[in-house]
């Protein structure tokens, strides 16, 4: 028979187990590597760059000298996904990490952060800003070089409230081309998603 004392004895076991199974980080250099892949070649030395500790916490690991800021692929997740953006970006991209931290999904977050948008509590930038995103498996990048294959390249520019009319861009996905996504939205934005070139021998 199971004792009344061992439930109690592993709830209190618990945290120090899954922390256990915590994933632990990568070296600060690997990375800053992978951090900064997105970005164009002409910004990676100075961008700043976020990425996580030994405890999991997201932290600056690097200072930046220019605009833009690079968030590091999160080890406890399983695919690769590093992302660069102007630093004006900041707090709409800071805000939605922690609301998504406390476990709200998509409709939640931009139902929040477009409240505290309108009340101005929330800022988004008044121009054009870009972002540079990798999506892919955690094989597609190599971590003793530096370098990513495979994965897909989606590349943004936020323009606030931008519309079809105002735009001239078709909310319809554009394959290898512009197209406008959440039209009339405060974080309206353009997509560019370069078609991946087909492996040798494929049709």
Same mark, same amino acid.
């Given at each position: 028979?199971?004792?009344?004392?061992?439930?109690?004895?592993?709830?209190?076991?618990?945290?120090?187990?899954?922390?256990?199974?915590?994933?632990?980080?990568?070296?600060?250099?690997?990375?800053?590597?992978?951090?900064?892949?997105?970005?164009?070649?002409?910004?990676?030395?100075?961008?700043?760059?976020?990425?996580?500790?030994?405890?999991?916490?997201?932290?600056?690991?690097?200072?930046?000298?220019?605009?833009?800021?690079?968030?590091?692929?999160?080890?406890?997740?399983?695919?690769?996904?590093?992302?660069?953006?102007?630093?004006?970006?900041?707090?709409?991209?800071?805000?939605?990490?922690?609301?998504?931290?406390?476990?709200?999904?998509?409709?939640?977050?931009?139902?929040?952060?477009?409240? #505290?948008?309108? !009340? @101005?509590?929330?800022?988004? %930038?008044?121009?054009?800003?870009?972002?540079?995103? +990798?999506? &892919? /498996?955690?094989?597609?990048?190599?971590?003793?070089?530096?370098?990513?294959?495979?994965?897909?390249?989606?590349?943004?520019?936020?323009?606030?409230?931008?519309? #079809?009319?105002? !735009? @001239?861009?078709?909310?319809? %996905?554009?394959?290898?081309?512009?197209?406008?996504? +959440?039209? &009339? /939205?405060?974080?309206?934005?353009?997509?560019?998603?370069?078609?991946?070139?087909?492996?040798?021998?494929?049709?």
């Amino acid at each position: 028979m199971i004792s009344a004392s061992k439930p109690a004895l592993f709830a209190a076991m618990l945290p120090a187990l899954l922390a256990a199974q915590a994933v632990s980080p990568p070296s600060t250099e690997v990375q800053i590597a992978g951090a900064v892949s997105p970005a164009p070649d002409s910004l990676k030395a100075g961008a700043a760059v976020l990425g996580y500790d030994k405890a999991g916490q997201l932290i600056t690991i690097r200072q930046g000298r220019n605009n833009l800021i690079c968030l590091a692929d999160n080890p406890a997740s399983k695919d690769f996904h590093p992302a660069c953006y102007q630093k004006e970006l900041e707090p709409f991209m800071a805000r939605g990490r922690a609301l998504r931290a406390q476990g709200l999904k998509r409709a939640a977050i931009d139902s929040v952060r477009y409240a #505290e948008i309108m !009340s @101005g509590a929330l800022r988004m %930038p008044p121009r054009p800003t870009t972002l540079y995103e +990798y999506f &892919g /498996k955690k094989e597609n990048f190599d971590s003793t070089t530096g370098k990513v294959t495979g994965a897909s390249a989606v590349y943004v520019v936020y323009t606030p409230y931008a519309t #079809e009319e105002s !735009s @001239g861009l078709s909310t319809v %996905p554009l394959p290898g081309g512009p197209w406008l996504m +959440y039209p &009339g /939205k405060p974080w309206a934005h353009i997509m560019i998603v370069p078609e991946k070139p087909k492996a040798a021998g494929g049709q």
